[in-house]
């Protein structure tokens, strides 16, 4: 089977209002964490069915709709396929289900998404929303073939928003849509046969070993966040080869772990750890690396040249020693002195009902806001930055999105 299927994972990592509402252990998951790894689980599955694969949106950036297109176009892919999760009013609600999108004017599209539409529903077990036109999307109103768009459930739904870290939930719509497209075309479906495992709270799965031949997801986050902490001569393609083994072997020399080349629980941990815990650092410090996920993309790399800038480093994006120890300090002066602290609020109020409303607002726009009780005032927060800058930063974008801000 020669065909070409154009595979686009909806959104970027920090599309702003792309999330979930706030969970009760204060976590929120970003679509992009469903859509990515799912898109690639699907092109992995196609692959092993003889399709061949183009993602047109392979990144954490959100990819411009008509770049997203024009790759599909130019390549003159048979099918377009986008995966989403869907949200309703950006709050818990019981409202839930799949639906798979089309052009009206595709009865090829149609066709496609009755077909796909289906199987997500065999295989997951969630309600029914049917396939559905949508006459404006541009995914599916600007590319020349049969292109459908998947929403594998609803981001405001409590329960199906815990499915969306599941990494048996994204093979099973990974899969799903694979034998949709093996009916639309008529071939024999063939199970990829993975094992899935329980879902973590993002970047590497660290019940996993991981070594050379070893393929996937998991093993281009490794390559991310080797890269992400210095460790020259690893290329980001997904595939456990001589160089990311050599890689991993410096990495588990520099942290006292048995030096063998394989990214088994150990060493995912370890790499987790330092991760995330660089990741809560600079959020701390008000440069925003989106969620603190465990994986080194292109957001946590920008927060570290920018702390780097403003503490006189080598603004390289490669947390080093000195890099550390100035986040070490620098912390350590931020929580001997709050005065330094520029928090930008957003409204005061004398009813605190009235300041939960302007929360709710804030945070459909993709803001995280508190409320501060202070004078017989409740006090709408959404920042707190060691920088006046960030704090100034933050006021301007607040005011394009029809917010009054002040820095206090």
């Known amino acids: 089977m020669n065909k070409l299927i154009a595979v686009d994972n909806g959104h970027g990592i920090n599309t702003p209002g792309k999330r979930t509402p706030k969970m009760s252990n204060g976590r929120v998951i970003k679509e992009w964490e469903f859509n990515y790894p799912t898109a690639k689980k699907l092109g ?75 199987e997500l529903i065999k295989e997951t077990g969630l309600r029914n929303r049917g396939i559905k036109e949508r006459p404006n ?11 459908t768009l998947a929403e594998c459930g609803f981001m405001d739904n409590l329960e199906e928003a815990n ?20 009916k639309y075309f008529g071939v024999t479906y063939k199970d990829l046969g993975t094992e899935t495992t329980p879902p ?10 991981l070594k050379i031949g070893s393929r996937g997801t998991e093993v281009r986050y490794l390559q991310m966040n080797l890269n992400g902490l210095g460790y020259k001569g690893v290329s980001i393609d997904g595939i456990y080869g ?17 030096a063998d080349g394989i990214a088994g629980p150990n060493t995912l941990n370890k790499m987790d750890s330092i991760i995330r815990g660089l990741q809560s650092n ?33 603004a390289d994006g490669i947390p080093g020693k000195n890099t550390f120890a100035k986040i070490e300090e620098v912390i350590k002066n931020k929580d001997s002195d709050k005065n330094r602290l520029y928090r930008v609020q957003v409204g005061a109020f004398g009813v605190r009902d009235n300041a939960q409303k302007l929360v709710d607002e804030l945070r459909c726009k993709g803001y995280d806001a508190i409320i501060v009780q202070d004078g017989g005032l409740y006090k709408v927060q959404t920042g707190a930055f060691s920088k006046r800058e960030n704090a100034d930063n933050l006021v301007a974008q607040l005011k394009k999105d029809g917010f009054e801000a002040i820095v206090i």
């Open 242 to 258: 001589a160089g990311t083994a050599d890689a991993v072997r410096r990495f588990q020399a520099a942290y006292g772990l048995s």
């Open 282 to 314: 600079l959020n701390k410090l008000g440069y925003n690396v989106g969620s603190i996920d465990g994986v080194f993309g292109n957001s946590t790399k920008n927060a570290v040249i920018a702390f780097q800038r403003d503490n006189g480093l080598t």
């Open 137 to 147: 999307l541009a995914v599916l109103k600007n590319t020349r073939m049969p292109s």
């Open 163 to 182: 499915l969306m870290l599941d990494k048996n939930y994204q093979w099973k719509c990974a899969k799903a849509i694979a034998k949709g497209v093996c």
């Open 200 to 209: 973590t709270s993002g970047g590497n799965d660290t019940s996993t070993i």
């Open 44 to 118: 992995e599955v196609l692959r092993y069915n003889g399709f061949r694969v183009l993602y047109v949106s392979d990144t954490e950036e959100d990819t411009p709709l008509n770049t997203r297109t024009s790759r599909a176009n130019n390549a003159n892919a048979d099918l377009f396929i986008s995966i989403h999760y869907n949200a309703f009013q950006s709050v818990w609600g019981s409202h839930g289900g799949i639906e798979t999108l089309y052009h009206p004017s595709s009865s090829n599209g149609k066709k496609l998404a009755s077909l796909m539409q289906n």
